[in-house]
């Protein structure tokens, strides 16, 4: 099983829709949750963390976290063509270093 | 300021060969990191340097050899490279190592191994 895991996509959504980004992970002892979002060629850069169970707003997205389910989301609310990237989710435990571990990622395209 | 950079943006080596690439940053960050990203496979951390004078294996060091010159500088070298060491690879920073600290990343070096 992979310590962190995400569906590929792509996932497609119209304009102005909600686009929604799941993740699970492995490690129960997992305290810090990061999302990235890259596009395509460019290193990655985040744009949400949430450390407690719950929901973390900031302008259009929306992070919510469920450690009972070992569960990490992202919305993305009134989705925009700009918003078409690679969204990456990390994880980092409370052991060796705190190394953060790096889903996948998954492809986000946000028709006009 | 420039963040993270890195150099060289592209480069093509032949199997055997050997090379170095450099990561500075300029935020006054503790903590540096190497990641290779491959297609489908996510950022795999290689080594990391939680502290100037620390380094530490990560996910996939073999093959790989680092050195934190100094609190700004970490370096990658590949001493005899392979076909399998072809990948993106971004150095990364943060505050400190510890969990709430985000990361920030240098624009990626694009090698090929032929």
């Known amino acids: 099983q992979k310590e962190v895991e995400q569906n590929s996509g792509p996932l497609s959504v119209p304009e102005g829709a909600i686009a929604s980004l799941n993740c699970t992970y492995s490690?129960?002892?997992?305290?810090?949750f990061f999302w990235y979002r890259q596009y395509s060629g460019k290193s990655p850069e985040l744009i949400m963390f949430?450390?407690?169970?719950g929901d973390k707003e900031d302008g259009r997205f929306t992070a919510q976290l469920n450690k009972a389910s070992q569960y990490v989301s992202l919305l993305i609310r009134d989705s925009q063509p700009s918003d078409s990237a690679t969204y990456l989710c990390?994880?980092?435990?409370?052991?060796?270093?705190?190394?953060?571990?790096f889903g996948a990622g998954t492809r986000l395209f946000v028709k006009a | 300021n420039a963040g993270v950079t890195q150099t060289p943006k592209f480069q093509v080596l032949k199997t055997g060969q050997s090379m170095t690439l450099q990561c500075a940053q300029d935020?006054?960050?503790?903590?540096m990191y190497w990641y290779r990203q491959d297609p489908g496979m996510g950022l795999r951390l290689i080594y990391y340097?939680?502290?100037?004078?620390?380094?530490d294996k990560g996910e996939v060091p073999n093959g790989y050899n680092v050195s934190r010159l100094n609190k700004r500088e970490f370096s990658l070298r590949l001493e005899s490279a392979a076909p399998s060491q072809t990948s993106v690879y971004f150095c990364?920073?943060?505050?400190?190592?510890?969990?709430?600290?985000?990361?920030?990343f240098g624009p990626g070096t694009r090698l090929t191994v032929t």
């Open positions: 990364a920073s943060s505050e400190a190592p510890g969990q709430t600290y985000e990361q920030y």
């Open positions: 490690d129960r002892g997992s305290q810090s």
């Open positions: 949430i450390y407690s169970n």
């Open positions: 990390a994880v980092k435990g409370n052991t060796g270093g705190f190394k953060t571990i």
């Open positions: 935020m006054n960050h503790n903590s």
């Open positions: 340097s939680a502290s100037e004078g620390t380094t």
